[in-house]
């Protein structure tokens, strides 16, 4: 299952690529995918067989894109459902939703989602940048702070003088993808630095 999975995701890479290009000459080799064969593999990789390991570091939703053929007002250009063993009979292929969906969108965005992050800040001397970009960021000294990050399709604005009860209602972003840190406040506590010449990647 994992070679299919890979090959799947490798043909997603290929027809997104299609999507966002504007020359035909792509397109020789490569047939574009119907709204059917984009709804196949989101039921592959986001119904018939999520991994548990896809389950244990994701919560339980699934997030689908409105077409553009069928604007709506006032109201995000996305709905959420709960992942199931199967999609709501509205969203089958025959169902009365199908067409109000934009497939393609739908799988990527949830491919964004469900895929795991890691942010890594690194506080050095400016000497030691080209290794930070490198990857490099275990020298004695640099200070480096590695913490996951989760990929949302909202955004919330941040004060760092007001309390969490004061927090903002989150507000949606999309196509736009926001990057939430949990316990954001603490989380870099022991990047402060005094020192001139520290720099941060």
């Not at 397109?27 to 896809?54: C, G, K, M």
């Not at 890691?118 to 000294?141: H, Y």
Request: charged share 20%; aromatic share 10%.
């Amino acid at each position: 299952m994992a070679d299919t999975r890979r090959s799947i995701l490798q043909t997603i890479r290929d027809q997104a690529k299609l999507l966002h290009s504007s020359s035909t000459h792509q397109q020789t080799y490569l047939q574009v995918w119907r709204p059917q064969q984009w709804w196949e593999s989101f039921q592959f990789l986001f119904i018939n067989h999520l991994t548990a390991a896809d389950s244990a570091h994701h919560d339980d939703l699934l997030f689908f894109v409105k077409s553009p053929s069928y604007p709506t007002v006032n109201s995000p250009p996305f709905f959420v459902r709960r992942k199931a063993k199967q999609l709501p009979e509205e969203l089958q292929l025959s169902g009365s939703q199908f067409s109000h969906v934009d497939w393609a969108q739908t799988v990527l965005l949830n491919i964004v989602l469900q895929s795991q992050y890691q942010l890594t800040v690194v506080a050095c001397g400016r000497e030691a940048l080209p290794f930070v970009a490198d990857g490099r960021t275990w020298a004695s000294d640099m200070i480096t702070v590695s913490k996951p990050v989760y990929a949302s399709i909202t955004e919330i604005a941040v004060n760092m003088d007001s309390s969490r009860a004061e927090a903002s209602t989150p507000q949606p972003c999309y196509p736009d993808i926001c990057f939430a840190v949990d316990n954001f406040d603490n989380a870099f506590e022991d990047l402060v630095s005094t020192r001139r010449r520290r720099s941060s990647e």
